[in-house]
């Protein structure tokens, strides 16, 4: 089945489910995974400048036998290259290490730095029809505002933190009366906060026999939340992928939203997390 489209605020169809490489630092891994999740059924592959790894997914792209037309590409600008001529240079920059003629989205990583100047620049790119979406990755309401006051062409995606213990309803329904897609970073919890051991979501997945992570990108969708899992293991490539032959009942999407802890693993507006992010730097 291929894979179900949002429909962005500018016309663009960006897919629901896509396939993320953060951390997947070995080149040639990083590469096969992306062959691997394009032959999967994923059309939408998500990188970042600060990743590592823009060359390894613009091989695994070339590899593949699905047309580049029919992948949605996106990538991530960094902090060091805030500004306006200095976002148009790691565009540049980006798009080499693709190996791409053009992007389908380009994103401001996070919501520090010279934001203003980097937007114009996006805009810019936007309109020279380099990038077919621009849009931000972390920035919380208030900072979208921010833009969506001053400046012409509105973010079309915000990628934040999203998953069962961190579901965000206010943020969710900020984005969305502003027609602004929300794109779950960590839709799975990253492994690190325990979720896929639930026991509440593991009987959930017993009743439709299905795995917790397919119960929980399930639940993403039906939320209309665009998600980007990401596994370097080839069987959870595909099993993450299929989660379009069945429906989760409005009794199991309201247990799942009862599981909401409020707090997730990074907060962009502490000082330490600033100071983290400012610290990190293009290798």
């Given at each position: ?27 040639q891994w990083c ?160 492994g690190r906060v ?90």
């Open positions: 089945m291929e894979t179900p489209t949002a429909t962005l605020n500018n016309g663009v169809q960006m897919p629901m489910l896509g396939f993320g490489v953060w951390k997947i630092d070995d080149p590469e096969q995974c992306v062959v691997d999740a394009l032959a999967a059924g994923y059309r939408l592959i998500d990188t970042a400048a600060i990743y590592g790894n823009e060359e390894a997914v613009g091989r695994g792209i070339a590899r593949s036998e699905v047309p580049r037309e029919e992948i949605f590409v996106a990538t991530k600008l960094w902090l060091q290259d805030a500004g306006y001529d200095s976002t148009l240079r790691a565009f540049d920059v980006s798009l080499k290490k693709l190996g791409l003629d053009y992007l389908d989205l380009y994103l401001i990583h996070q919501p520090y730095r010279d934001v203003w100047g980097s937007w114009s620049a996006m805009q810019k790119l936007y309109a020279d029809g380099r990038t077919r979406a621009i849009g931000l990755s972390n920035f919380y309401p208030d900072r979208v505002e921010d833009l969506l006051l001053n400046f012409e062409v509105p973010p079309a995606v915000d990628q934040l933190e999203l998953h069962p213990y961190f579901q965000r309803p206010d943020v969710l329904a900020y984005l969305n009366s502003n027609k602004i897609a929300l794109q779950a970073w960590g839709p799975l919890g990253q325990g979720m896929l051991k639930d026991d509440r979501l593991a009987g959930i997945a017993l009743k439709y026999h299905r795995t917790t992570a397919q119960i929980v990108l399930r639940w993403h969708y039906q939320r209309g939340v665009l998600s980007i899992p990401k596994s370097s293991n080839p069987q959870r490539i595909i099993q993450n992928y299929n989660i379009w032959d069945f429906s989760l009942s409005d009794s199991d999407m309201a247990k799942i939203a009862a599981l909401d802890r409020g707090e997730g693993k990074t907060d962009h507006r502490a000082p330490e997390t600033v100071r983290r992010l400012n610290g990190m730097t293009l290798g």
